[in-house]
């Protein structure tokens, strides 16, 4: 009797806990789009996302100089960080020895620790002079931004990619050998390919670090509202313009910078739902 | 075969090494072509503009100041800074832009001030506490505090404490231009709590204040926030905070809320530069006429 209700008991705590997180998820996509779409409809749907002017004070809100900045600055990352951390994750899983190893994985995982205000305060330092350097701009922009996240996306891509490439069966790598090609094109031809759905997956995962991405990048891309004429001019993402004018807008203002958040999250929500597929499709195949 | 795998992994070794070699000649290529760059006295090249975000204090008292913002016919304020001009959200932000870039010119609280950026003179004024004090440098603005209807007798304390000899004693150690004062601080017998929240020009004055206060009545708490000027003033009206911190001046839309506001200390604001920018002095409508985008070319000023 005290034995079953002492099970019942912690059943709930149990069930609880697990509920936790689904209503939190629940609460905020309340919250946003409760705030969000009101705002959406005043504004008008069309108005908001195909706006080039983003004017507050004058009551003028168009989103889409932020999402094509987010979508630059994302894209530009993994280009710049999908070829190092598939690389760098090959080189981990078959070319170097335990020595090399040993050092390089506390490196990366220390990469994914560094807190973002610190790479965004690097940014500034030290990527921000050279930039303005090599090409004479004021060495702020969308250009500027993707090499950091490209940075920031490392640790991810590398991780998930690495476990993906020792997930291959040790029988691809060595009948590939046995055909007669070398352990280089047997890493890139054979071991890879079949590392496919994995890699995909990291480079999804990296997708989501990047857009999402806000402290850093507010400090390194010079906020401009503006419709970015070239990669090396400055620009706003979506996550920039709510931390930057979140403080004190009020009324219309607040609500379309929550509407703000709504296209970010829709966005983060694609990603996720390619997320879970391309993780299916890799299951059934398996 | 074993011999060739070594002289495979010797070559790998190598090819490595020149990488980083050439990585790193250049950086340090980088490095010596800004250091060439930096001694030339007569400054051309593209403006950087930087200018902080929309509800920063010290923006709304740059552009007040100096005409950028302009009143349109039915009394709404227009902001007609250049949409192409850099947005930093930090003081700390906007002078490591400017200490980075020698063709940038930016805006700080005189207090901020720091020898990595150099002040312009504007007007022929070289913008320091004394020149503020004595009316020759324009451009400066009001520390306010915010009170709502309600104000309880610790805040008042804690006001009448700021308004003291004592108290701006303290602000003039801080190196912002203090009120006249008269009296000293007399403790009451008021306790309790007090939040005071806004500007971040304000905050790090406000923080010595409290600090100060600690020591002379130690039965009020003091406990500062930082945001920005906008959101300690709704702060105050929403009753979330007892005394809000505004580094301008009300507008009729907050007065009509029901806030007043009082003066606890004036500072300047310095239109700054890279160090290596061969000017040093500049007028206002020269400002005014960058931060609208009519002169974009630092050869255009003389």
């Known amino acids: 009797m005290n034995n079953s209700f002492k099970e019942k008991a912690m059943q709930l705590v149990f069930l609880l806990a697990a509920c936790a997180s689904i209503i939190a998820v629940i609460l905020i996509c309340v919250f946003m789009f409760g705030n969000g779409i009101p705002a959406m409809s005043k504004i008008g749907i069309v108005n908001f996302l195909t706006g080039t002017l983003w004017e507050p004070f004058a009551d003028v809100y168009g989103i889409l100089p932020m999402i094509v900045g987010s979508i630059y600055v994302t894209v530009g990352a993994i280009i710049i960080g999908v070829p190092v951390g598939i690389f760098c994750a090959a080189y981990m899983a078959r070319f170097c020895g335990p020595l090399q190893y040993k050092v390089l994985k506390p490196a990366i995982d220390l990469l994914a620790g560094i807190p973002s205000i610190v790479y965004g305060f690097f940014g500034l330092v030290v990527i921000v002079p050279i930039m303005k350097d090599i090409f004479g701009t004021s060495g702020k922009g969308i250009l500027t931004a993707s090499i950091m996240l490209g940075i920031m996306i490392l640790p991810t891509i590398i991780t998930v990619s690495e476990s993906a490439i020792r997930a291959v069966p040790e029988s691809y790598y060595e009948g590939s050998l046995a055909l007669g090609a070398t352990h280089e094109r047997s890493v890139f031809a054979t071991l890879i390919p079949a590392a496919k759905s994995g890699i995909t997956a990291a480079v999804i995962l990296g997708v989501g670090r990047a857009i999402g991405e806000t402290l850093a990048v507010s400090m390194i891309i010079g906020n401009q509202a503006i419709m970015p004429d070239s990669i090396l001019s400055g620009a706003r993402t979506m996550t920039t313009n709510i931390v930057l004018e979140m403080g004190y807008a009020t009324g219309i203002h607040r609500q379309a910078l929550i509407a703000t958040g709504v296209v970010l999250f829709a966005f983060i929500l694609i990603i996720n739902l390619l997320f879970t597929l391309i993780k299916e499709r890799s299951a059934r195949n398996e | ?302």
């Open chain 2, 1 to 302: 075969m074993e011999k060739n795998r070594l002289l495979k992994n010797l070559k790998k070794t190598l090819a490595v090494g020149a990488i980083i070699v050439m990585a790193a000649s250049l950086f340090t290529a980088c490095g010596n072509k800004s250091d060439s760059s930096s001694d030339s006295s007569g400054m051309t090249g593209e403006i950087s503009v930087v200018s902080r975000e929309d509800g920063s204090g010290t923006r709304g008292a740059f552009i007040e100041l100096f005409g950028i913002e302009v009143k349109k016919d039915n009394g709404d304020k227009v902001d007609k800074t250049i949409k192409s001009a850099e947005v930093t959200n930090s003081t700390a932000v906007m002078l490591q832009t400017i200490k980075g870039n020698e063709k940038a010119i930016g805006y700080v609280s005189l207090g901020s001030m720091s020898d990595s950026v150099k002040a312009l003179k504007v007007d022929g004024e070289t913008a320091s506490v004394e020149n503020v004090k004595s009316g020759d440098y324009k451009v400066s603005r009001p520390f306010n505090i915010v009170t709502g209807k309600k104000t309880n007798a610790a805040a008042k304390d804690f006001i009448s404490y700021i308004n003291s000899k004592e108290g701006q004693a303290i602000v003039d150690k801080e190196g912002y231009v203090s009120e006249d004062a008269t009296d000293s601080y007399a403790k009451s017998d008021a306790s309790g709590k007090i939040v005071v929240a806004g500007s971040s020009s304000v905050t790090p004055l406000m923080e010595k204040l409290a600090e100060a206060y600690k020591k002379v009545n130690s039965d009020v708490k003091v406990e500062v926030q930082q945001s920005d000027s906008t959101t300690g003033v709704t702060s105050t009206i929403q009753g979330v905070c007892n005394i809000g911190m505004a580094s301008r001046e009300l507008e009729d839309s907050e007065k009509a809320k029901g806030v007043k506001s009082q003066e606890i200390a004036r500072d300047g604001i310095a239109v700054i530069v890279n160090r290596s920018n061969g000017l040093s002095d500049i007028t206002s409508d020269q400002v005014k006429q960058i931060y609208t985008g009519k002169i974009t070319d630092w050869s255009e000023i003389k």
